[in-house]
């Protein structure tokens, strides 16, 4: 039996080195254009940070050895070429037709299956001036040397990054932090990140990459590209002129499915292989996975695409087991996936499972967002940091949509939103992340943890008895003035509200959770009261106490001031 895989990055070597586990006298041969194999291409950004060394340990083994074809062909008994791209799939015949990009020689291959582990190229916007020296992707490991080599050499002064998703954020990040470069983002949607998180926490990010060294500009479209001697000189958008020497384009991707459609293999609008739960594409004997695939989202029941590593090594290791099914009689399945991901800024590190909750409306989910703020471990162990969690939730069935977190230990971030995933795969509601088992000791977490807070603030919501005000709306309308007509009573202790209390008088009361019942002759009975603390708890338990005295009319900010001031502040 010969295997053929045409790619060999990420799924391709999986699925070989998985299907040659298992069938150990079968041939496999791995097909790729580069003369670079098996590497980790999600490390780029941090080796041109520098803060990996080396270019060569994001093709190495755990244990230091380069995965090259030598390796793949003395470790594994795979057969790798190199340089070499697959030029036609003949179906009828089982065979692909390959050139050698050395020597233009052209040959045939026969196989009995196919894997295309086709992955993606980098977006090449119309944009005039695009082909100029100094305009990469940096999707690859020759243009990740290339960057950090014109950087280490002093050849870039200015960097623009254009495009605000996560390699955009990432690229930008290293540079700034560790080079010092001055650097710009240019993301044409009204959000970094968009589609993945909220407003509020996208503004809370983009605070944090201005902390950094780093201006972002949203809403704003790159018009063209200036240069000088064939090399970038500046950005010009509809809005300002940016100089750069160097620039990272990061404007999305597009499956490399050309071959597949041309062999008249099933490929949706969006140029995605479609495949079935064994990640077989409309032919039975090709495979398919990775980056040029759509797979089933597994909150809408839609089709989605994941263009991530880690997807696809797992997706490499279903088509594994499943080649050698005939001899095994075992098949493995792809359900699919409910896109979960994560990203380290500048401070701060961001994660997310499902949808955001703009994506559930856009979906058509009748849902609300809940907004907590919360220690990430207990209160009295040195290291906590505020972390900042939105859930999305449907309303009626109370079933949990997506989970977004920031805060700035990446690691406790990360332990929250794990564990959201097979909440998320099994259509759980948010009773199953209010009675979340969780690790528990104060290096880690609280006694109640964020995550089963996030539940009960939802349930509270839901059942009416927090009724809150999001936090965005809160700012929007006091910086307005559109507050004159509410009485904002602030929760917190006296020297924590004095400074506002003094500032805005008339409008910013302070009396303490625990004296209302003492004070609630001091509320104005005749306007709708907003309730404030330092991130929710105080402000809820008020509103509480206010609906047992008789003040129904009223509502807390979500996030409270903790939110308020990672979004800048009242001014």
């Known amino acids: 039996m010969h295997v053929v895989v045409i790619g060999a990055v990420a799924l391709g070597p999986k699925a070989a080195s998985r299907f040659k586990r298992l069938m150990p006298d079968a041939k496999v041969t791995l097909i790729d254009q580069s003369t670079r194999i098996s590497y980790g291409g999600c490390g780029i950004p941090f080796y041109v940070s520098g803060e990996i060394n080396r270019v060569e340990e994001l093709q190495e083994t755990p244990y230091g050895t380069i995965r090259d074809a030598v390796f793949f062909k003395t470790a594994k008994d795979i057969d790798v070429l190199t340089q070499t791209q697959a030029t036609k799939i003949n179906r009828a015949k089982k065979e692909v037709e390959i050139l050698n990009l050395v020597n233009g020689e052209t040959k045939t291959l026969k196989y009995d299956k196919l894997v295309l582990a086709l992955g993606s190229r980098p977006n090449k916007p119309p944009i005039p001036g695009i082909d100029l020296k100094g305009i990469s992707p940096a999707t690859n490991l020759d243009e990740a040397e290339q960057i950090k080599k014109n950087i280490i050499s002093q050849k870039v002064n200015d960097v623009v990054v254009v495009g605000g998703g996560f390699i955009g954020l990432e690229m930008a990040v290293g540079i700034a932090d560790m080079w010092g470069l001055p650097t710009s983002i240019v993301e044409i949607a009204s ?3 968009p589609g993945f998180v909220s407003p509020t ?8 990459l201005t902390a950094g060294g780093i201006n972002t500009f949203v809403n704003e479209k790159v018009l063209k590209f200036e ?11 509809d809005k300002r002129e940016l100089p750069a020497d160097l620039v990272i384009l990061s404007a999305g991707i597009t499956p490399n499915t050309e071959i597949a459609k041309e062999a008249g293999i099933n490929v949706n609008e969006r140029g995605q292989i479609v495949v079935n739960e064994y990640l077989q594409s409309s032919d039975p004997d090709i495979y398919a996975g990775g980056d040029c695939v759509t797979i089933r989202n597994l909150v809408t029941g839609k089709p989605g695409f994941y263009p991530l590593g880690s997807l696809a090594n797992r997706e490499g290791r279903v088509i594994g087991t499943n080649l050698a099914s005939d001899k095994t009689g075992k098949k493995a399945t792809f359900k699919g996936a409910v896109g979960t991901w994560g990203i380290k800024l500048s401070s701060l590190s961001a994660c997310g499972t499902g949808l955001s909750f703009e994506v559930a409306k856009r979906e058509g ?3 609300i967002s809940v907004h907590v703020e919360q220690l990430d471990r207990a209160h009295f162990y040195p290291g906590k940091g505020l972390m900042s969690m939105e859930l999305v939730v449907e309303k009626n069935s109370k079933r949990i949509l997506g989970v977004q977190a920031l805060g700035p230990n990446g690691d406790a971030v990360v332990a929250r939103i794990n564990p959201v995933v097979p909440l998320l795969i ?4 948010i009773s199953e992340l ?10 880690f977490a609280s006694a109640m943890d964020i995550i089963n807070t996030l539940g009960n603030v939802a349930e509270n919501i839901l059942e009416g008895r927090n009724r809150p005000i999001i936090l965005e709306d809160f700012l929007k309308g006091f910086k307005e003035n559109k507050h004159s007509g509410h009485t904002i009573i602030d929760a917190r202790v006296a020297k924590d509200a004095k400074v506002f209390v003094e500032k805005y008088p008339d409008v910013w009361y302070n009396i303490p959770q625990d004296e209302l019942d003492k004070r609630f002759g001091e509320i104005p ?3 709708p009261v907003i309730l404030i603390c330092n991130t929710g708890l ?3 338990e008020a509103q509480a106490s206010l609906d047992r005295l008789g003040f129904h009319n009223t509502r807390t900010v979500q996030g409270g001031m903790a939110g308020i001031k990672k979004l800048g502040g009242l001014e």
């Open 434 to 443: 209010s009675n979340l088992e969780v690790v528990y000791t104060p290096p």
């Open 538 to 540: 105080r402000s809820f």
């Open 426 to 429: 099994n259509k759980a509601d």
């Open 201 to 208: 926490f996208a503004k809370i990010l983009k605070n944090d």
């Open 365 to 367: 989910f009748d849902a």
């Open 227 to 237: 240069g000088k001697d064939g090399k970038i000189e500046k950005v010009i958008t």
């Open 525 to 527: 009975k005749d306007k």
């Open 191 to 193: 959000q970094i990140l």
